[in-house]
C-alpha cells in the first residue's frame, strides 16, 4: 500500500506503486489539514472578497467577478475549455503517476479541495481507469493545464477514459468501475489543473528507467572493454580519487567489480600503452551522467512533495496568496537536463559500437563475421546505432530556453517543461536500443575471444544474451534478434543478473 500525506513521497515509490499494481490511499491524518483548507474557500466565499480562481475569472479574466451561485458552473466550465490536449494519448504509466503526484500535492492542505474528490481521484488508479490525456498541448507554466484538465475531466464524467486498458467514455468507464462522477465546487476544477504534474510524472518515469540503463550501460561498456582487450589501468581507484565526483568514482568503481577476475583486460602483452576515449573514459562520460541524475532526483522528490497550484490557501493564518508556484522551470529545466545526459550515454556507447564492428580499430574479422565479403555481419547495426544517436543530438535541444506568451500576455513566459518531458521520453527509448546493440555486438566479438578468460560476472551475462540470442555465423533476418536484445536491457534482466552475482551498482 501506498499511502500520500503531501510529504514523504518518492518518485521510485510511484513507479513501483503504478508496476506493482499497489493500492493507493490518503493519510487520513493529513485529511484534516485538507478539510481545514476547505473551509477557507467556504469562508472566503461568504465573505465576498475578490480571489482569484474562487470567484473570478481566470488568467487575463483575473478581473472579471463570478458570483457565489456560478461557483460550480465556473469549475466545470474551467475543466471543458482546458481540454485542449493534441497528439497521441499518453501512456498509461504517464497518466497514472501524474494522479497520483496530484493527489499527493492537494494533501499538503492549501489547495481548499474536498477529500472526496481526492478519494476519486485516487480511485481511478485503484481501480484502473486511466483518463485518455492527449501528450501535447502544455506550455509547462500556469501548471500542465492541458493534460491535467483531462485528467480531471473523467472525473465529472466528461471526455474519454480507458477502463481495464479499453476505451470508454468516461461516464462509461466510471460506471464499468462502480464510480460516480464528482460536480466540482468553488476553486476544486483549478485546484487540480494548476500543477507541474504531467511534466514531472513523465519526469520520474525517464528519471527510473534511466537509472538502471546506466547501470546497464556500465555492463555493456565491460563487456566492449573485454572484447576489445582494453587496458584497465584507467580504472585505478586512485586516479579517480583525484578527480573525485561522485558519478565517476561511482561508474570506475562498478567497471573493476563487474571486470573483476578478467584475463582479457588485465592481460599485459600489449603493444599499446593507452586506449581511446570511448574506452578509456568510460567512468569520466558515464559518470557525469550519473551526477545529472542524481540531481534530477533530488529536484523532483522536492517538486512531488510541493504545492503547485494557485491561490494558495494558508488556514492558519486566515489568508491566501496569488502567486506562481505552478511555473514548471525547475522541472524543465532537469528533465532536458535528463536528455542531454542519457544521449550521451548513446553517443560513447555508439562509439564503441564502431571500434567492435571495425576491423582497423578492433583486430577483429570485418563487422564481427568470418567470411566478411559474402557476409555483411553487424555492418548495418552501427548504421542504427548512428542513426538513432543523431536524433537524439535533435531532441536533446532543450525545450526550456523557449518562451510563448499565452493567456493575452498576462503568461508571459513560460517553461515548455511537457516538451522537454517527452523529448527526454524518446531519448531514452533510443538509448535503450543502443545500449542493446553494444551488448549484441560485444557477445559476437567475444566469439573470437578466449571466453574461458571473461570475468564471472561478463560471462553469465554473455550466456544470458546466448540463451535468446545465437552467434552469428552467417547473415540472417536481424530486426527480431533487436528487439530481442532491447527487451533484455529494458526489463532489467541483463541489470538483475549482474546484480545477483555482486550486489547493487551504483
Known amino acids: 500500500m501506498l499511502e500520500l500525506s503531501g510529504s514523504n513521497l518518492s518518485g521510485s515509490q510511484v513507479v513501483r506503486a503504478i508496476r506493482e499494481g499497489l493500492p493507493v490511499v490518503l493519510s487520513s491524518l ?8 476547505r473551509d477557507s474557500v467556504d469562508r472566503l466565499l461568504i465573505e465576498g472578497k475578490p480571489v482569484y480562481g474562487i470567484n473570478t475569472g481566470f488568467g487575463k479574466l483575473a478581473e472579471t467577478p463570478i458570483s457565489k451561485d456560478n461557483a460550480a458552473e465556473l469549475q466545470r466550465n474551467l475543466i471543458r475549455s482546458h481540454c485542449c490536449g493534441v497528439g497521441p ?17 492537494l494533501m499538503k492542505g492549501y489547495s481548499g479541495i474536498r477529500a472526496e474528490v ?5 480511485e481511478l488508479v485503484n481501480r484502473d481507469v486511466t483518463p485518455r490525456v492527449p501528450a501535447q498541448g502544455s506550455v509547462g507554466a500556469s501548471g500542465d493545464l492541458a493534460p491535467l484538465a483531462h485528467m480531471s475531466a473523467t472525473l465529472i464524467g466528461e471526455g474519454h477514459a480507458y477502463y481495464r486498458n479499453k476505451l470508454y467514455s468516461s461516464k462509461e468507464a466510471l460506471g464499468l468501475a462502480g464510480l460516480k462522477p464528482v460536480v466540482l465546487e468553488a476553486k476544486e476544477g483549478l485546484a487540480l489543473i494548476n500543477g507541474t504534474q504531467g511534466m514531472t510524472a513523465q519526469g520520474i518515469l525517464v528519471w527510473y528507467d534511466g537509472d538502471s540503463l546506466l547501470k546497464t550501460a556500465d555492463v555493456a561498456a565491460a563487456l566492449t572493454m573485454e572484447a576489445l582487450l582494453a587496458i584497465p589501468h584507467s580504472l585505478d581507484k586512485r586516479v579517480h580519487a583525484l578527480r573525485p565526483h561522485q558519478g565517476q568514482i561511482a561508474a570506475a568503481a562498478n567497471l573493476r567489480r563487474i571486470l573483476a577476475g578478467s584475463e582479457l583486460v588485465h592481460n599485459k602483452d600489449r603493444e599499446r600503452v593507452q586506449d581511446a576515449y570511448s574506452l ?35 488556514p492558519g493564518e486566515q489568508d491566501v496568496i496569488s502567486a506562481g508556484n505552478f511555473h514548471g522551470q525547475p522541472v524543465a529545466l532537469v528533465l532536458d537536463f535528463l536528455g542531454i545526459a542519457l544521449a550521451e550515454i548513446g553517443n560513447i556507447s555508439e562509439r564503441r ?38 536524433e537524439n543530438k535533435v531532441l536533446a535541444h532543450p525545450a526550456s530556453v523557449d518562451s510563448i506568451p499565452t493567456s493575452a500576455n498576462q503568461e508571459d513566459h513560460v517553461s515548455m517543461g511537457s516538451i522537454s518531458g517527452r523529448k527526454a521520453g524518446s531519448i531514452l527509448t533510443n538509448v535503450q536500443n543502443v545500449v542493446a546493440l553494444e551488448l549484441l ?7 573470437f575471444r578466449d571466453r574461458a578468460k571473461l570475468s564471472p560476472v561478463t560471462r553469465r551475462v554473455y550466456e544470458l544474451v546466448r540463451d535468446h ?11 527480431t534478434e533487436l528487439k530481442t536484445a532491447g527487451h533484455l536491457v529494458v526489463s532489467g534482466e541483463i541489470l538483475a543478473v549482474v546484480e545477483e552475482m555482486i550486489g547493487d551498482l551504483d
Open 118 to 122: 481526492l478519494e476519486l481521484l485516487l
Open 353 to 390: 559500437i564502431e571500434r567492435l564492428v571495425n576491423p582497423q580499430l578492433s583486430g577483429l574479422p570485418a563487422f564481427l563475421t568470418e567470411e566478411s565479403g559474402l557476409n555483411s555481419g553487424y555492418m548495418i547495426v552501427q548504421y542504427t546505432a548512428a542513426a538513432l544517436v543523431s
Open 30 to 37: 493529513q485529511l484534516a489539514e485538507v478539510g481545514r483548507a
Open 280 to 314: 578509456r573514459c568510460i567512468p569520466q562520460v558515464h559518470g557525469a551522467s550519473k551526477d545529472a541524475f542524481g540531481y534530477a532526483e533530488k529536484v523532483l522528490n522536492t517538486e512531488i512533495n510541493s504545492v503547485t497550484d494557485n491561490p494558495i490557501l494558508f
Open 89 to 105: 494519448p499518453l501512456a498509461k504509466e504517464i497518466v497514472q503517476a501524474m494522479i497520483i503526484l496530484r493527489a499527493n500535492a
Open 469 to 479: 540470442i545465437p552467434p552469428l555465423e552467417e547473415d540472417r533476418f536481424l530486426e
Open 441 to 447: 555486438c560485444a557477445c559476437q566479438a567475444l566469439e
